[in-house]
């Protein structure tokens, strides 16, 4: 059984990760501290972490700085509500394996976590591409006909998941539930709103808007 240890100071949402890890097959230990976070993983007794960036003590950026520094090699999933690019890059190159931000979707999370412990497979799929447009999942950048674009979090999640269904409709309901989580109210605008940063950024043809039902990404 692997052991998944997760550093998150907000008790909601450690209940909600580590509620569905158990029912998945995982032992999990839960910390709220940077410092408490960095002791247990050093140990030696988990398989995974998924740690939270704004962490008390010590945040989060500083326990990977620190567990990378040791070359201590445990995969670490990153859970974090900021939403940059800059703090996307900063937690890939730091060192971490992946990076999740929040409100998230549990069965995204659970999917990261199962491939993290898999270890490198031969044959994993790290690049999605759509005619010009493509997604590299290691690095979380985007080009468009080989022009490197600066997205988000929540945008690039968002042009993953209609990556991952090209040419299918996608209903906002959907889109709410796998980019935005556990938090997604259903009566907001935001999928519309990301739709609008995505058509400026990838171009306004690629994302079709599907009256009454929601929206696709134009297949190649």
């Known amino acids: 059984m692997s052991r998944v240890l997760i550093a998150e100071d907000e008790p909601r949402i450690a209940a909600f990760v580590e509620k569905g890890l158990r029912a998945n097959g995982f032992a999990t230990a839960v910390v709220g501290d940077g410092l408490t976070a960095l002791d247990r993983a050093r140990s030696g007794e988990f398989d995974l972490v998924v740690l939270d960036i704004g962490l008390p003590v010590l945040d989060g950026f500083a326990v990977l700085r620190a567990l990378r520094a040791e070359r201590c090699s445990v995969p670490v999933i990153v859970l974090t509500a900021r939403d940059s690019v800059q703090d996307t890059v900063a937690g890939l190159e730091g060192g971490a394996d992946d990076y999740v931000p929040k409100p998230f979707r549990f069965e995204e999370l659970l999917a990261r976590v199962r491939l993290r412990l898999a ?29 490197t674009v600066d997205l988000s979090a929540r945008e690039f999640a968002l042009a993953e998941t209609f990556l991952r269904h090209p ?54």
């Open 167 to 220: 040419g299918q409709v996608l209903a906002r309901e959907q889109l709410l539930s796998h980019v935005w989580g556990y938090d997604f109210d259903p009566g907001s605008n935001v999928v519309d709103v990301y739709v609008r940063y995505l058509r400026r950024k990838l171009g306004a043809e690629r994302i079709e808007t599907v009256r009454g039902m929601g929206y696709r990404l134009a297949a190649a």
């Open 119 to 147: 270890g490198a497979r031969q044959g994993e799929v790290t690049v999605l591409s759509v005619g010009d447009l493509s997604l590299d999942l290691r690095t979380r950048r985007a080009s468009v006909g080989g022009r």
